[in-house]
């Protein structure tokens, strides 16, 4: 074999291993911890501002795998969530996850787990029950988002609460590095919200570097 044979025999291998790996691993938005005390400190640090609650019914709307969800469910027990997607490949990983993280801490996580797929126009899930909606990381990502919008209205029990997480853009054009979706300017954001019928409760800040936020909206309509 002459050289630039071995060498695209070396790029065909490094390309495969890689892509390989790719596959293999849980989809990944967020890196899986090494230790329990990085779930702590991402929860201590922001997850926490979700304000979830023992006991709660709870929806996660673009759940992904659900790391985040199964995370904050190692310091809140007794959560039943409903895990929802429109991409199926993601809620797949969703058990390898489950058991990554219970071998972590060395015990079962404490919470019911429902996985729900839906579409671009519908969520699937179930009307009136939910005492709190997430979309973390979601809302830029949906394009037509009008009708999951006015939708989320429905899902809501009478307390419901809807948190949006995002990171909000500081000048416009900024963009978010994993999926290249404009970030969201946050005048437009709130005056977006306002107009399929939510009300702002709350905002925190949960990292300045990456102007991470937590909104809090309540529907008007209820
Ligand atoms: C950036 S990821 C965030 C995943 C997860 N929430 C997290 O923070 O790790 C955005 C997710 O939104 C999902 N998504 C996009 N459009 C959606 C829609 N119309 N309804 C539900 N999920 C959607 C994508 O499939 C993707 O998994």
């Not at 989809?27 to 005390?37: E, T």
């Not at 390898?96 to 219970?102: D, F, I, P, Q």
């Not at 306002?194 to 300045?208: I, V």
């Amino acid at each position: 074999m002459n050289i630039k044979s071995k060498v695209l025999l070396l790029n065909i291998c490094v390309a495969l291993i890689f892509s390989c790996k790719s596959v293999n691993k849980p989809y990944n938005y967020k890196r899986f911890p090494d230790n329990y005390s990085e779930i702590q400190r991402d929860y201590e640090s922001y997850y926490y501002l979700n304000a979830c609650h023992r006991g709660e019914t709870i929806a996660s709307i673009g759940a992904g795998n659900g790391i985040k969800e199964i995370q904050i469910s190692c310091f809140i027990e007794g959560i039943t969530w409903y895990l929802q997607e429109i991409d199926s490949s993601r809620l797949y990983q969703f058990e390898e996850v489950l058991t990554y993280h219970e071998n972590l801490i060395g015990s079962s996580i404490n919470a019911d787990f429902n996985l729900v797929l839906g579409t671009e126009n519908s969520t699937g899930l179930p009307h009136g029950i939910f005492d709190r909606v997430l979309m973390l990381n979601v809302f830029h990502e949906i394009e037509s988002r009008e009708g999951i919008m006015r939708e989320i209205h429905q899902l809501l029990n009478e307390d419901g609460v809807l948190i949006i997480m995002e990171r909000i853009g500081k000048t416009v054009g900024e963009v978010h590095g994993d999926c290249n979706y404009p970030k969201l300017m946050e005048p437009n954001f709130l005056q977006e919200m306002n107009d399929y019928g939510y009300t702002l409760k709350r905002k925190k800040l949960g990292e300045e570097i990456s102007n991470l936020m937590f909104y809090t909206f309540e529907s008007i309509a209820s």
